[in-house]
C-alpha cells in the first residue's frame, strides 16, 4: 500500500497566523486513525508537511489519497475563511507526493520533517516548534531504538 510524504501550500505562499496554524494541525490529527495512519506532520507558515499511510474503508479499500488531501484542504479552508471572514481557496490545488520505498526510512524522513522548523530559523530545536507532530512510536529511544 502507498505510504508517502506530502506537501501542499498556500496560495501564493500566504504566511498563516497560529490560531490557523492550530487549526490545520488539529485537523491532521484528528484525521489519524480515521483515514489516515499518521506518521509525522509540521505546519510551516505557508506550507504543511505530512508522512502518512492511508487506511482502508470498510470494505476493504484504502481511502483515496485525493480525497484525504482534498478533505484536509476544503475543511481547513473553510474553518480559516470563517475565521478570517475571508472567502475563496486558501491552498493550492496541486500537491506533492513522494512515495516511500522499502529502503528508504521512515524514521529518517519524520526526522527530516521534524526538522524543518529549525532549518528555516523558525526554532532553535524541533521540541520548540508548537504546530509539529511526529508519531511517539517513531522517536528516538521509543519502538526499539
Not at 34 to 50: K, S
Not at 63 to 75: E, G, N, R, T, Y
Not at 84 to 112: N, T
Request: with cysteine.
Amino acid at each position: 500500500m502507498w505510504r508517502g510524504r506530502i506537501t501542499f501550500c498556500t496560495i501564493g505562499r500566504m504566511s498563516l497566523d497560529d490560531n490557523a496554524r492550530d487549526l490545520v494541525l488539529g485537523h491532521c490529527l484528528r484525521e489519524h486513525g480515521r483515514r489516515i495512519h499518521l506518521h509525522a506532520v509540521v505546519i510551516m507558515p505557508d506550507h504543511v508537511h505530512l508522512i502518512l499511510l492511508p487506511l482502508r474503508d470498510q470494505d476493504g479499500w484504502p481511502f483515496p489519497l485525493v480525497a484525504i488531501l482534498q478533505c484536509m484542504k476544503s475543511a481547513t479552508a473553510h474553518r480559516i475563511n470563517k475565521r478570517l471572514h475571508l472567502s475563496g481557496p486558501d491552498w493550492e490545488e496541486e500537491s506533492f507526493d513522494h512515495v516511500l520505498r522499502s529502503d528508504e526510512s521512515l524514521r529518517e524522513k519524520c526526522e527530516y520533517i521534524r526538522q524543518n522548523p529549525v532549518r528555516k530559523g523558525l526554532v532553535q530545536r524541533a521540541e520548540q516548534y508548537r504546530w509539529l507532530w511526529v508519531n511517539p512510536e517513531l522517536l528516538p529511544g521509543v519502538g526499539g531504538e
